[in-house]
């Protein structure tokens, strides 16, 4: 039996929840569907990531009017993934922030995620033909750049820790409140997606420097906010486990010399247990063993996802 495509017939709405975290720091979850965030100055708001279509990224703009009407000023995008990065031009006339990898990737492989992420996800896309076209950040920076939010709001930093869900990844990191929004390099409650991943570093020297921040609240890519120094540590802990996992069951498949496919059938076996029933698990898992096993293949940078190999690699795993 050939089992449908990915998420392509996941099609249902996901309840929003619109948090608000310390004073003028909000955050929108929706049940492992990408979440959003946004951070008050004292006259401007930072918006962090952008969704997948303009008019979903209106629809979380209606949202946080209710809260506040200062202009955004600035929209901090943590990584090229289309998901996070399409829905920019609802952000009118606000400066859009990445990291300088970030541009990169947009040039290197920006059309062929978009094709890629569309057919896999197509509930996200809603409204796909307001996207004007990529997305590019008009600011870049390698290590760290901060933004004065003006007043006594203190600043917000926006830090690249090292590589991990993508070779270029920022978290945004709001010491005063220390709540940290951490893009797709921590979720909570939900599978990680590490199709374009390298899992050595993330696994280890870049959730160390996570961690370090000792974050009170966590926004990561999907799933709920954690809450608190155990939650924190918990959602932080889950994504090294989700990530240790899959290194030793796929390293040690690929060290016997066996198939794909046989790596497929252990890593999938060895996280259900206690991974299995979180949102978007077994959409991403083909994709995930797949750029683990070119890792161990000596292939230092992800390939390219297109629309063809995604269907591939589905095929090959998933069927
Ligand atoms: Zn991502």
Same mark, same amino acid.
């Given at each position: 039996m050939v089992k449908p495509?990915? @998420? @392509?017939? #996941? *099609?249902a709405d996901k309840p929003e929840t619109l948090e608000? *975290?310390? #004073?003028g720091v909000y955050a929108l979850t929706a049940e492992g569907d990408p979440n959003v965030g946004a951070v008050e100055g004292k006259d401007f708001v930072v918006a962090i990531e952008a969704r997948a279509t303009p008019v979903m990224a209106r629809q979380w703009l209606d949202q946080l009017r209710e809260h506040t009407d200062k202009p955004v000023r600035y929209l901090v995008l943590t990584h090229y993934h289309a998901v996070r990065v *399409? +829905?920019?031009?609802?952000?009118?006339g606000a400066t859009v922030i990445g990291h300088e990898q970030m541009r990169a990737l947009v040039a290197e492989r920006g059309k062929e995620d978009w094709e890629s992420e569309a057919g896999r996800m !197509? %509930?996200?896309? %809603?409204?796909?033909?307001s996207i004007p076209g990529l997305t590019w950040p008009h600011l870049t920076f390698s290590d760290r750049l901060s933004i004065d939010l003006g007043g006594d709001r203190g600043e917000l930093q926006l830090r690249y820790c090292g590589r +991990?869900?993508?070779?270029g990844d920022l978290v945004a990191w709001l010491p005063r409140d220390r709540v940290l929004f951490a893009g797709d390099l921590v979720e909570a409650q939900a599978a990680l997606y590490? +199709? #374009?991943?390298?899992h050595a570093d993330w696994s280890g020297g870049t959730l160390d420097r996570l961690a370090a921040?000792?974050?009170?609240q966590v926004v990561g890519g999907r799933g709920a906010v954690a809450r608190g120094g155990a939650a924190v540590t918990a959602a932080i802990e889950q994504t090294r486990d989700f990530l240790l996992v899959m290194r030793d069951t796929v390293g040690s498949v690929h060290g016997r010399g066996e198939t794909l496919r046989e790596a497929f059938a252990s890593t999938h076996a060895a996280l259900a247990p206690t991974y +299995?029933?979180? !949102?978007i698990f077994e959409h991403c898992l083909p994709f995930n063993v797949q750029r683990l096993w070119d890792e161990y293949d000596g292939i230092e940078r992800p390939r390219i996802w297109t629309a063809e190999r995604d269907r591939e690699v589905w095929d090959q795993l998933q069927s």
């Amino acid at each position: 039996m050939v089992k449908p495509f990915a @998420s @392509s017939t #996941d *099609l249902a709405d996901k309840p929003e929840t619109l948090e608000v *975290l310390a #004073d003028g720091v909000y955050a929108l979850t929706a049940e492992g569907d990408p979440n959003v965030g946004a951070v008050e100055g004292k006259d401007f708001v930072v918006a962090i990531e952008a969704r997948a279509t303009p008019v979903m990224a209106r629809q979380w703009l209606d949202q946080l009017r209710e809260h506040t009407d200062k202009p955004v000023r600035y929209l901090v995008l943590t990584h090229y993934h289309a998901v996070r990065v *399409l +829905g920019a031009a609802a952000f009118e006339g606000a400066t859009v922030i990445g990291h300088e990898q970030m541009r990169a990737l947009v040039a290197e492989r920006g059309k062929e995620d978009w094709e890629s992420e569309a057919g896999r996800m !197509p %509930r996200l896309f %809603r409204g796909a033909e307001s996207i004007p076209g990529l997305t590019w950040p008009h600011l870049t920076f390698s290590d760290r750049l901060s933004i004065d939010l003006g007043g006594d709001r203190g600043e917000l930093q926006l830090r690249y820790c090292g590589r +991990g869900h993508t070779e270029g990844d920022l978290v945004a990191w709001l010491p005063r409140d220390r709540v940290l929004f951490a893009g797709d390099l921590v979720e909570a409650q939900a599978a990680l997606y590490t +199709g #374009d991943a390298f899992h050595a570093d993330w696994s280890g020297g870049t959730l160390d420097r996570l961690a370090a921040l000792a974050a009170e609240q966590v926004v990561g890519g999907r799933g709920a906010v954690a809450r608190g120094g155990a939650a924190v540590t918990a959602a932080i802990e889950q994504t090294r486990d989700f990530l240790l996992v899959m290194r030793d069951t796929v390293g040690s498949v690929h060290g016997r010399g066996e198939t794909l496919r046989e790596a497929f059938a252990s890593t999938h076996a060895a996280l259900a247990p206690t991974y +299995g029933q979180w !949102p978007i698990f077994e959409h991403c898992l083909p994709f995930n063993v797949q750029r683990l096993w070119d890792e161990y293949d000596g292939i230092e940078r992800p390939r390219i996802w297109t629309a063809e190999r995604d269907r591939e690699v589905w095929d090959q795993l998933q069927s």
